[in-house]
């Protein structure tokens, strides 16, 4: 094992691997059959094999689709939704909860959740209030739908009174 490979468990991993393909490329017929010895002698255990095989599928650019989130998906209504450092410096706790009221209460769907975030954290007000919150996120949900169900572009966009 080389010396790079140091004490991260998957670097080992990858490792042993490598030095076992080095080893059937130059000639020693036994060197894949011998693997799953060579990984545990070194104390590799299923979840070290599991990262090790993600990194692979990463670097092949084959990663599983399965169970990914894309940004495209709206979340589901229970769902709690976690402030991002610049939203959490932003908004006072008593505008985040009233924001979140209105989304319990289905005063506002995921999108226009969203939409409402976007739109306070761009004012630069700092802290916003609940009465900023308020008239955004009655500018965003009383904003017709265009004709696929978005909103249309623009929603909730323009001056917003301090």
Avoid: C
Wanted: hydrophobic share 45%; net charge negative.
């Amino acid at each position: 094992m080389t010396a790079s490979a140091g004490s991260d468990p998957v670097l080992r991993l990858l490792d042993v691997i490598a030095e076992r393909l080095e080893a059937w490329l130059a000639g020693d017929e036994l060197a894949l059959e011998s693997l799953g010895e060579a990984l545990q002698g070194n104390g590799l255990t299923e979840e070290h094999l599991q990262a090790a095989i993600l990194t692979l599928k990463t670097i092949a650019g084959t990663l599983p689709r399965v169970g990914t989130a894309a940004l495209e998906e709206v979340p589901g209504r229970g769902v709690h939704r976690m402030l991002s450092p610049l939203e959490r410096e932003s908004l006072s706790p008593e505008a985040w909860g009233y924001l979140l009221a209105l989304r319990r209460r289905g005063s506002l769907d995921a999108g226009q959740f969203e939409r409402v975030l976007d739109r306070l954290t761009a004012t630069g007000v700092r802290p916003i209030e609940v009465e900023l919150v308020r008239e955004v996120a009655a500018r965003v949900a009383l904003r017709p739908a265009g004709r696929d169900g978005t909103l249309e572009y623009g929603a909730g966009d323009g001056e917003v009174a301090h």
